[in-house]
């Protein structure tokens, strides 16, 4: 837990950023108590097979990340550590607390990888050293907070996710059920879920673009939000400041092109024995694990498995391309992310310019302030 300095700026801005999330994170840790003590029933199941196990990754994977993002603990790994307690504690309160219900190593387990697959994306979240990159991440950031300050746009989000993957699951649930007498609940409930995700993304580009102008328009702050319009930046674009005292860089109010990175330079970041190593993995997470316990009947942990293998390579592939991308950007006033025409001889005035060839935007600055000051969690 961090105490907040009233007369810092910054932190003040960071404590009204965490809030919605913290809300966020008790209103579902009380909804998960609740749904995970309710009584059972006492009547044998009908045949109806249910994605317990898959709904238990969601939801501890869930609660772990939404604990991360209440930014009351900055160690991912204290997060997960609690987060694993807190499954299977409510786990084995079960059968202390609830008529019908009984602790399930099973559902335990689901939770826990759910929990891990969580925290292996929230080690990816570190910032970037070079200040160019790490503001472009922070500008992103910045948007998504500004965005969440409102809780209108919460509703808006959380209904363009549940009602879709609601609604899916159970007319697939009840079709296969109904018409072809078999039971594929963890698949339905996953084509509801990635349902839910693509229409949630939809509904955030829908909500971005005013979001996204105020920060070219406005130039705030990504520290602490005060207007950086009028603020006076030197010939290379670097500044800071007036308010908190964090460094600026002109670049940070414009999107600059994302690198695009061949597939085979990101499969080599870790040279042939870390490609060798993430093959394994996949081939133990995706089809090895997953058959096995298909075969011994554990549907519900055979999809827990496959969906931490994806999660986890998902992450691994994340944070290779943030390593490449450090190594591209740190080029990016030598030669243009997009087309790689040398622009080394071409003007940056006030630290940003455009590639003659192809007119992308590029951002140089001087690396020595870089380091100077950096803010963000770690
Ligand atoms: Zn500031
Ligand atoms: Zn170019």
Same mark, same amino acid.
């Given at each position: ?233 030197? *010939?290379? +674009?670097? %500044? !800071? &400041?007036?308010? /908190? ?5 002109? @670049? ?96 940056? *005035?006030? +630290?940003? %310019? !455009? &590639?003659?060839? /192809? ?5 140089? @600055? ?13």
């Amino acid at each position: 837990m961090t105490r907040i300095d009233l007369s810092d700026p910054a932190a003040i801005r960071r404590e009204g950023a965490a809030w919605p999330w913290r809300i966020a994170f008790l209103l579902f840790g009380v909804f998960l108590l609740i749904a995970t003590h309710w009584p059972g029933s006492d009547q044998p199941s009908s045949g109806h097979e249910s994605p317990d196990k898959l709904l238990h990754f969601l939801c501890f994977g869930g609660l772990a990340f939404l604990l991360w993002m209440t930014d009351w603990i900055r160690r991912f790994w204290i997060v997960s550590i609690l987060a694993i307690g807190f499954t299977i504690l409510d786990e084995l309160t079960q059968s202390f607390f609830s008529i019908n219900r009984e602790a399930s190593g099973a559902d335990i387990a689901a939770g826990i990888l759910g929990v891990l697959t969580a925290s292996a994306w929230m080690s990816t979240f570190n910032s970037a050293e070079q200040l160019v990159t790490r503001q472009q991440d922070r500008r992103l950031h910045y948007i998504l907070d500004e965005m969440l300050a409102r809780p209108a746009n919460w509703f808006l989000l959380g209904a363009a996710f549940a009602l879709p993957m609601v609604l899916l699951f159970v007319v697939i649930y009840f079709l296969t059920w109904n018409f072809l007498g078999f039971s594929i609940s963890n698949i339905a409930l996953t084509i509801g879920v990635v349902a839910g995700m693509a229409v949630a993304l939809g509904m955030l580009l829908r909500l971005a673009p005013p979001f996204i102008e105020s920060v070219e328009v406005n130039h705030p702050c990504f520290d602490c939000g005060a207007s950086l319009v009028d603020l006076e930046l030197d *010939e290379h +674009g670097h %500044g !800071h &400041c007036t308010s /908190c005292g964090h460094p600026v860089h002109a @670049s940070q109010w414009h999107q600059l092109p994302a690198p695009n990175i061949p597939v085979s330079v990101l499969l080599s970041t870790d040279g042939p024995l870390g490609f060798a190593c993430m093959l394994c993995y996949l081939v133990l997470a995706i089809i090895a694990g997953p058959l096995l316990l298909l075969a011994s009947g554990h549907a519900g942990l055979a999809t827990a498995i496959f969906y931490t293998g994806i999660g986890i390579a998902g992450a691994m592939f994340w944070q290779w391309y943030r390593i490449q991308r450090t190594v591209i950007l740190n080029q990016g006033g030598d030669r243009c992310i997009r087309c790689s025409v040398d622009i080394a001889a071409i003007e940056a *005035e006030g +630290g940003i %310019g !455009h &590639c003659p060839n /192809c007119k992308a935007i590029f951002a140089r @600055s001087r690396s020595s302030v870089d380091d100077e000051q950096n803010s963000d969690r770690t």
